[in-house]
Every structure is written in C-alpha cells, then in structure tokens.
C-alpha cells in the first residue's frame, strides 16, 4: 500500500468517516457492494491502490496501476424514488468536474469528465443501484481518476465531500450547473443501447436536455424527442458532420 492512502492517512484526512483501504483488490466496487448489504452507512468509502478488475458503468474495464490514478467507490442511501435511479451520474460528474476544476473542464453525459478542446478524460464514473420496495435502497458510486499522483488522500478526501454535498443539494440547483458543464449538449450523438446486438436499439439525433431522472433529451428529428437513461445506455458516440 502507497502510504497516502494507508488506513492511517485517510482517518487523518477524512476523520470520522467509515474507510476500507486495501493495497490491492478486484474491485472496489464488489467490496462496497458487499459492505452495503450488510449496512455500511452512508457516505462509507472503499479505496484500494491497485484492483485486479476495476469496473465502470454497465460493466464497462477501467484499467488502474498501483501509485497511478485515484480509484475509490462510496455507499449512498438516498431518499430517491426508483425511476430517478440515475441521478447519481449527473450529480457526481458535476462534483467531479468542479473538484478537478479548470476553465476547461466539462462533463460527456453520463459518466466522463474531460478536458475541452483535446479531449482526455479526467475522471470517470459508474453506479450500482439497489432498489427497495418503495425507492432507491443504496447506491455505489464508483469513482476512476486517470491522473492522480501521491499524496492522493486530500484529493480523495475532496472528491468524496464534493459528491456528498452535490448529492445533497437541491436537484434544480445540480441540473443548472450540470448543463453549463455538459459538452454531450448541443452535440449531435448516437446512443447504442443495451443490449448492444448488430440489430439493436440506436438513438441518434442532438443532446438538447438532461432531466432529473439522469436521462439525456436527444431531439431525433423535427417535433420528435426521445429520453434516455443512463443505465438504459451501452456506448455513447460524437457525430461529425456527414456521419449517420
């Protein structure tokens, strides 16, 4: 374990909060998973300096490397009805974007933080919801920061407050401040959704909209509208001009 994100470190720069720290693991997400069946409370955090098989949205290989990167997952219980079961997507990626701030800093719907102009990819993000009898019973969000060097546990320590408070905050207020971040609006794009068979499901047309429910407005054609929700998605594609 990279002393910075030993289990001492990050009780001295998160005090108070429930930590797993682990020099190397599978996934971070398995474990929080785990830990949220059996009542981690809200706002628990999982950290490991290396996973074997880092996961991100829908399934998706991250790639991690020990002392490289920054990668962690996090135990919410929100008060969330099932069908905004997405939410998580756009209030992280914002508090992402704002803790990785730049005048250059944008979100791609759902799940990317990138560096306008050229592109790289800052952070990226997956969810795990487990819905209960009347809503949204936990979630885990997990977390890939591409570039993070030690020390990394104030930089964790940022992050995790950052998603917790936007997390908290009023969803009119995150919407606002999403969209002026959000560089998937305005963008012609195809959606491939799941399952992702040769014949499958495509939505293409312009992002115009992010609703409260997590889901992306693409406007397909003059008068028509589809919504599509993050978990509903399999890859996302940006259209140039004289692409179909």
Known sequence: MTEDLSAASLAAAMPGRPVRAYPALLSTEADAMAWARGGAPSGAVVVADYQAAPRGRGGLPWQTAPGEGLSFSMVFRPSLPSEREGWGYVAASLALAETLDGADVVTQWPDTVLRAGS??????????????????????????????????????????????????????????????????????????????????????????????????????????????????????????????
């Open 119 to 244: 592109g790289e990819r800052l952070a990226s993000l997956g969810t795990h919801v487990q819905l209960g009898a009347t809503g949204v019973d936990w979630v885990v969000l997990t977390v890939l920061i591409e570039q993070a060097q030690p020390p990394r546990e104030a930089l964790l320590a940022r992050c995790v407050a950052a998603i917790e408070a936007r997390l908290a905050d009023p969803p009119d207020t995150v919407l606002t401040a999403y969209r002026s971040r959000c560089a998937t609006l305005g963008r012609r794009v195809r959606l491939r959704l799941v399952p992702m068979t040769p014949d499958g499901v495509q939505v293409v047309g312009e992002g115009i909209d992010v609703r409260g429910d997590g889901a992306l407005v693409v406007q397909t054609a003059p008068g028509r509208r589809a919504a599509v929700r993050p978990h509903d998605l399999g890859l996302i594609d940006e259209l140039r001009s004289g692409d179909t």
